[in-house]
T-cell receptor, first 117, second 114 residues
């Protein structure tokens, strides 16, 4: 498709389970971002890839969170041993430029809503 | 570190009335500023952006925003709102986390009264 695709759209997990969220960015986009959006809040940065390189993971809240983009296209955000506070919408965004300043639009997917019971 | 403040959590406007959503930012250098809109269950869509030049920028859906450096503001305006404008609006400043990332405000929820 033409846009950023995320799956699953909805995920319910029991506390302690591992989850994996997938992001398929727009073809050819160099930069890929993961954001976490808690209920009633704005998106908060988690991590950033330029091609397959994870250049910034300063926003990952704990070592239970792990992201990868092994071939520079599809990315997976993995959350191990989920906790209730992990409940949120996880947004993926991509953009074409790989420069050091935001120079254009971030294209967002519709998000994956994670509910941890 | 950069930050964005959207002081209004909710705003209610009558259909056909004018709209202004406030945004204040904190950033050490020349900011890159954005407004995004998020409808329920949807991803964020870019309304407009400011990088440099003319401080009044035009966006999609009839929205505009004015960059005022002296006030560190980037308020979003629309002269006449439509019921379909009801959504969550986010102001953002770049570069946030990561080389090309954005730092978002907490959002303003716009309610349109008939």
């Amino acid at each position: 498709g033409a846009g950023v695709s995320q799956s699953p759209r909805y995920k319910v997990a029991k506390r302690g389970q591992d989850v994996a969220l997938r992001c398929d960015p727009i073809s050819g986009h160099v930069s890929l971002f993961w954001y976490q959006q808690a209920l009633g809040q704005g998106p908060e940065f988690l991590t950033y890839f330029q091609n397959e390189a994870q250049l910034d993971k300063s926003g990952l809240p704990s070592d239970r969170f792990f992201a990868e983009r092994p071939e520079g296209s599809v990315s997976t955000l993995k959350i191990q041993r989920t906790q209730q506070e992990d409940s949120a919408v996880y947004l993926c965004a991509s953009s074409f430029p790989g420069t050091t300043r935001a120079t254009g639009e971030l294209f967002f997917g519709e998000g994956s809503r994670l509910t941890v019971l | 570190a950069q930050s964005v403040t959207q002081p209004d959590i909710h705003i209610t406007v009558s259909e056909g009335a004018s709209l202004e959503l406030r945004c204040n930012y904190s950033y050490g250098a020349t900011p890159y500023l954005f407004w995004y809109v998020q409808s329920p269950g949807q991803g964020l869509q870019l309304l407009l952006k400011y990088f440099s030049g003319d401080t009044l920028v035009q966006g999609i859906k009839g929205f505009e925003a004015e960059f005022k450096r002296s006030q560190s503001s980037f308020n979003l305006r629309k002269p006449s709102v439509h019921w379909s404008d009801a959504a969550e609006y986010f102001c953002a400043v770049g570069a946030g986390g990561g080389a090309d990332g954005l730092t978002f405000g907490k959002g303003t929820h716009l309610i349109i009264q008939p």
